[in-house]
T-cell receptor, first 116, second 111 residues
Framework: SQTIHQWPATLVQPVGSPLSLECTVEGTSNPNLYWYRQAAGRGLQLLFYSVGIGQISSEVPQNLSASRPQDRQFILSSKKLLLSDSGFYLC???????????????FGDGTRLSIL | SQQGEEDPQALSIQEGENATMNCSYKTSINNLQWYRQNSGRGLVHLILIRSNEREKHSGRLRVTLDTSKKSSSLLITASRAADTASYFCATPITRSNQFYFGTGTSLTVIP
């Protein structure tokens, strides 16, 4: 069966510090991968998605970046965090395009990021 | 945009009652999905209904889709305290690999 792992679960970082959040998927190949941010009591904002290794699409201009060094690994990074980067970050996967719109997304348990 | 917006934003009911949440969207879709999110956790897929379906059941869940009104509803029957969570509808964005998630309905089931 497929599983998705995100870490860390919680993170407290000072303003201006770097960030690296990691997400890995097991049990499937060639998934679409997604990073979302969720503000408190709000919906999900799509940040990045990837359809393959090294292929990253950005939805929101910001000081965050994403990379996909391996097929089932997705990393969210920042060189200098801002206060506004606080939030709940969720990674998700779905089957590759061709059927992606007709398939569910599968989410990790998220990382709670607090910027001080 | 193909926004899916849930209504109401918050709902509080007694255990055993039914809970109904609604979702409206703006453009044509080929399917609509409902997700559940427990506090502090990731989203869990509940059910997918295709545009050619009007109603779908899964256990205590019943989902309807009215493409003429661009709306969907999620009914949870005989609610339990464990159903307390936020519920989101999601619509795929045409010709992309993306989904749009609404802002969710926060359901509280009082024991």
């Amino acid at each position: 069966s497929q599983t998705i792992h995100q870490w860390p679960a919680t993170l407290v970082q000072p303003v201006g510090s770097p960030l690296s959040l990691e997400c890995t998927v097991e049990g499937t190949s060639n998934p679409n991968l997604y990073w979302y941010r969720q503000a408190a009591g709000r919906g999900l904002q799509l940040l990045f998605y990837s359809v393959g290794i090294g292929q990253i699409s950005s939805e929101v201009p910001q000081n965050l970046s994403a990379s996909r060094p391996q097929d089932r690994q997705f990393i969210l990074s920042s060189k200098k965090l801002l206060l506004s980067d606080s939030g709940f970050y969720l990674c998700a996967w779905s089957v590759r395009w061709g059927q992606a719109g007709n398939q569910p997304q599968h989410f990790g348990d998220g990382t709670r990021l607090s910027i001080l | 945009s193909q926004q899916g917006e849930e209504d109401p934003q918050a709902l509080s009911i007694q255990e055993g009652e039914n809970a109904t949440m609604n979702c409206s969207y703006k453009t044509s879709i080929n399917n609509l999905q409902w997700y559940r999110q427990n506090s502090g956790r990731g989203l869990v897929h509940l059910i997918l209904i295709r545009s050619n379906e009007r109603e779908k059941h899964s256990g205590r869940l019943r989902v309807t889709l009215d493409t003429s009104k661009k709306s969907s509803s999620l009914l949870i029957t005989a609610s339990r305290a464990a159903d307390t969570a936020s519920y989101f509808c999601a619509t795929p964005i045409t010709r992309s690999n993306q989904f749009y998630f609404g802002t969710g309905t926060s359901l509280t089931v009082i024991p």
